[in-house]
Structures are given as structure tokens and as C-alpha cells.
T-cell receptor, first 112, second 115 residues
Framework: AQRVTQPEKLLSVFKGAPVELKCNYSYSGSPELFWYVQYSRQRLQLLLR??SRESIKGFTADLNKGETSFHLKKPFAQEEDSAMYYC??????????????FGTGTLLAVQP | DVKVTQSSRYLVKRTGEKVFLECVQDMDHENMFWYRQDPGLGLRLIYFSYDVKMKEKGDIPEGYSVSREKKERFSLILESASTNQTSMYLCASSKGKGGSVKTQYFGPGTRLLVL
């Protein structure tokens, strides 16, 4: 069955420290993976997607098919990065319906 | 700019009431989705629709139904509200189908409390 696992409910780091938000997935085909972010009092929005291979707000994520992971990384955390981050997966069925499976989310708290 | 709006930010209802949550998008998107967001459980898909009058069950459809009579509007209905349906409800929309998965655009959410 398709599944997304985010093992950390809360990740607390100091400003300027590196950040890694973990995401593992279970899917036997070729997945599409995404990170969505929800800042305080804002709506959920797309942060980045693996097929774009882009860096957004200093964040990057590399799809590792061998380890079935899509960890989100940033070398130097900023206080404005504090938010809830969700990893999401779409399989071959996604192309027909654009359906996503979301993880349980990780709350990133960046301390001053 | 894609705009997804939800009819209410906060709702308080009594057990057994019929509850309607409305979602409207203004970007001519084919796909619309209803999720519930609970702490520790993340986002769980209730129902989705990829065309007018079309609907498919998500992962947790029990106790819910949906209606999509017009392309821009997707309604979530709680036939008989129960306390375990107290949650944040998020609506989302995305364009088209086929090819790579499209970005989902989310509404601000409706926080429902069932007493």
C-alpha cells in the first residue's frame, strides 16, 4: 500500500543550524513527491516537487529511490522557516486524478 | 492568482445536525478535494472530484457525502454530525489530469466543532 512516513512530529533547531526533515515513502512504481508547507495563520501551499529539482527559500529535496526517501534540507535555518511541513506522494494513479497521499507532518520550530 | 474560498472559517454544530461545507475555486480547475486535518494524523482525503457530477471516495469517506453540480463549487456534507467529526476541513483544487501531478491549491480551512 502507498504510504508516507514522517517520523518526527516536532523538530526544534536554532537559527543558523542545518535542517533535515525526514520523509520516507512506500510505493513500488515511479512516484512523484512533494513538500507542502503551512505557515502560522496561512493556508497550506506547495513548497517544492522532486521533478522540478529546484531550490525554494533555500530548501532542497532529493528523491532517493534506493532508500525510498525524500528528505527536505536547508543548510542554515531561519526563524521564518518555522511552520508545519507535509511530505506528499502521488503514484501512477495520480496522473489520472491528481490524488496525493500526505504524511502526518513535522512541525519545524526555529529558535532565535 | 488561484483563489480557493471556503464558506466559513469557524462552525459550531450540534450532534445529529446536517452540515454543509462549501468550497469555491475561481481558476477553472477540473479537480477538487476535501481533506480533514487532525494533529498527529496529517491530511486525510475524504472525497475528490475530477469533473462536474463526478466523485470518488478518498481514504475516510464514512459519514460524509459530496456534491459537485458546477465546476467551480464542491460541497462537503455531513449527513448527521458526530463529535468525532470535529476537525479542520481543507478544500483544494488542481488543474487537469494526465501527465505529471498538478499543484493542489488549498483554501483557508473551516474549523468545525460538533457539540
Amino acid at each position: 500500500a502507498q504510504r508516507v512516513t514522517q517520523p518526527e512530529k516536532l523538530l526544534s533547531v536554532f537559527k543558523g543550524a542545518p535542517v533535515e526533515l525526514k520523509c520516507n515513502y512506500s510505493y513500488s512504481g515511479s512516484p512523484e513527491l512533494f513538500w507542502y508547507v503551512q505557515y502560522s495563520r496561512q493556508r497550506l501551499q506547495l513548497l517544492l516537487r522532486h521533478i522540478s529539482r529546484e531550490s525554494i527559500k533555500g530548501f532542497t529535496a532529493d528523491l532517493n529511490k534506493g532508500e525510498t526517501s525524500f528528505h527536505l534540507k536547508k543548510p542554515f535555518a531561519q526563524e521564518e522557516d518555522s511552520a508545519m511541513y507535509y511530505c506528499a506522494l502521488s503514484g501512477a494513479w495520480g496522473g489520472a486524478t491528481n490524488k496525493l497521499i500526505f504524511g502526518t507532518g513535522t512541525l519545524l520550530a526555529v529558535q532565535p | 492568482d488561484v483563489k480557493v474560498t471556503q464558506s466559513s472559517r469557524y462552525l459550531v454544530k450540534r450532534t445529529g445536525e446536517k452540515v454543509f461545507l462549501e468550497c469555491v475555486q475561481d481558476m477553472d480547475h477540473e479537480n477538487m478535494f476535501w481533506y480533514r486535518q487532525d494533529p498527529g494524523l496529517g491530511l486525510r482525503l475524504i472525497y475528490f472530484s475530477y469533473d462536474v457530477k463526478m466523485k470518488e471516495k478518498g481514504d475516510i469517506p464514512e459519514g460524509y457525502s459530496v456534491s459537485r453540480e458546477k465546476k467551480e463549487r464542491f460541497s462537503l456534507i455531513l449527513e448527521s454530525a458526530s463529535t468525532n467529526q470535529t476537525s479542520m476541513y481543507l478544500c483544494a483544487s488542481s488543474k487537469g489530469k494526465g501527465g505529471s501531478v498538478k499543484t493542489q491549491y488549498f483554501g483557508p480551512g473551516t474549523r468545525l466543532l460538533v457539540l
